[in-house]
Nanobody, 129 residues
Framework: QVQLVESGGGLVQPGDSLRLSCVASGFAFTYYAIGWFRQAPGKEREGVTCISSTNDGATYYADSVKGRFTVSRDNAKSTTYLQMNNLKLEDPAVYSC?????????????????????WGQGTQVTVSS
């Protein structure tokens, strides 16, 4: 059974950091790119970042998080991490991870059209002063 489980969300103040985790099971994790998405109430889902399955570990970041968020993966643990630093009042949302086979996360990557076959339930991130 394919499963993606996110954790690490919580309530923080502006400027704080959080690290989200996405643990995968039930599929060959090493062959899948992992994308992180977020959706706030009343807003469309936004593709935050993506990390490729290839050896170069190519990544994509939305402009809204560049320089603040870092995605990484540990294939031995079938886990992807999203390190979020300097969180802002516009960052609160439910953050979800998704797996897509053979996706490459580079400048041509489009989170709106990328084919992610499996999704997690998400973890809530709240930023409040």
């Amino acid at each position: 059974q394919v499963q993606l489980v996110e954790s690490g969300g919580g309530l923080v103040q502006p400027g704080d950091s959080l690290r989200l985790s996405c643990v995968a099971s039930g599929f060959a994790f090493t062959y899948y790119a992992i994308g992180w998405f977020r959706q706030a109430p009343g807003k469309e889902r936004e593709g935050v970042t993506c990390i490729s399955s290839t050896n170069d570990g190519a990544t994509y970041y939305a402009d809204s998080v560049k320089g603040r968020f870092t995605v990484s993966r540990d294939n031995a643990k079938s886990t992807t991490y999203l390190q979020m630093n300097n969180l802002k009042l516009e960052d609160p949302a439910v953050y979800s991870c998704a797996a897509g086979e053979s996706l490459y996360c580079d400048g041509d990557y489009s989170p709106e059209t990328a084919d992610f076959s499996s999704w997690g339930q998400g973890t809530q991130v709240t930023v409040s002063s």
